[in-house]
């Protein structure tokens, strides 16, 4: 396992390709409603990111020869959990969709998510979204120089089971920097004091999927798609981090 720690100069190469990822998240966020489509979603995103002299990170991405993802966005609506693909959906009141994105620039790649309600949705999707963000919140708060991966995962986990709602365990989250996918991995399950170690200067992407039913998941038949297996919704965030001293820095902030 090859970790990486930045330093100050790649630090500050990165926080421009993370501005570029919140800036799209909250451009994408205005355009949220009912009738809006995930393709025009996704072309507007890709024009953003290539205006400020970056690229997708996501566009031609995989390791499958011949399947590699088509989109700037990850668009995933309510049981799909990560890896929506854009195209001919039309995003429907109540429904709940998850925005992926990434964006390289200058070397460096960053890395962001962000859950949104469309129009008007039930009390249970909005509470299953806040207890996302919130476990996303306490995972970051954990990511300091001398803790440990497992003090993350179990911020995440502890947080969302004890609202009733699962974490998925298929999926994780990654450390960021000159590759999209670096190591560690980072789940969000696991014990405290277990783990890699965190070095201040460590980037992470932290990015808790939540489902509102069982933690299974299956993958559609685009061989991209990961949805919930009892088709219960499920809710995404991420934000590339630095670790600190004494307290993380969160590159990908938007509210």
């Given at each position: 396992?090859?970790?990486?720690?930045?330093t100050a100069e790649e630090i500050e190469l990165m926080r421009e390709s993370?501005?570029?990822?919140?800036?799209?998240?909250?451009l994408i966020g205005t355009q949220i409603k009912p009738g809006a489509s995930t393709l025009q979603l996704d072309l507007m995103a890709e024009d953003y990111i290539r205006s400020c002299g970056a690229v997708p990170a996501f566009k031609g991405y995989g390791a499958e020869v011949g399947n590699p993802f088509p989109g700037t966005l990850c668009i995933s609506v309510d049981d799909e959990v990560v890896h929506g693909i854009p195209g001919k959906r039309?995003?429907?009141?109540g429904e709940i969709v998850s925005i992926d994105v990434g964006a390289k620039k200058n070397g460096f790649f960053g890395d962001g998510a962000f859950t949104f309600?469309?129009?008007?949705?039930?009390?249970?999707?909005?509470?299953?979204?806040?207890?996302?963000?919130?476990?996303l919140d306490r995972a970051v708060e954990k990511a300091v120089d001398g803790n440990r991966i497992?003090?993350?995962?179990?911020?995440?986990?502890s947080h969302v089971e004890a609202e009733g709602f699962s974490v998925v365990r298929d999926l994780v989250g990654h450390a960021v920097g000159r590759e999209l996918h670096e190591?560690?991995?980072?789940?969000?399950?696991?014990?405290?004091?277990k783990g890699v170690m965190l070095c201040a200067g460590m980037t992470l992407a932290i990015e808790p999927m939540v489902n509102a039913g069982s933690y299974k998941v299956r993958t559609l038949a685009d061989r991209w798609t990961i949805v919930t297996q009892d088709g219960k919704p499920?809710?995404?965030?991420e934000y590339t981090i630095v670790v600190g001293k004494g307290?993380?820095?969160?590159?990908?902030?938007?509210n």
């Open positions: 396992m090859a970790i990486t720690i930045k993370c501005r570029i990822v919140s800036d799209v998240i909250k039309i995003l429907r009141e309600a469309v129009g008007d949705v039930s009390e249970e999707k909005r509470r299953l979204m806040r207890v996302t963000k919130e476990s497992g003090d993350i995962a179990n911020a995440v986990q190591d560690p991995q980072v789940p969000n399950y696991g014990k405290p004091n499920s809710a995404h965030f307290k993380a820095e969160v590159l990908t902030m938007y």
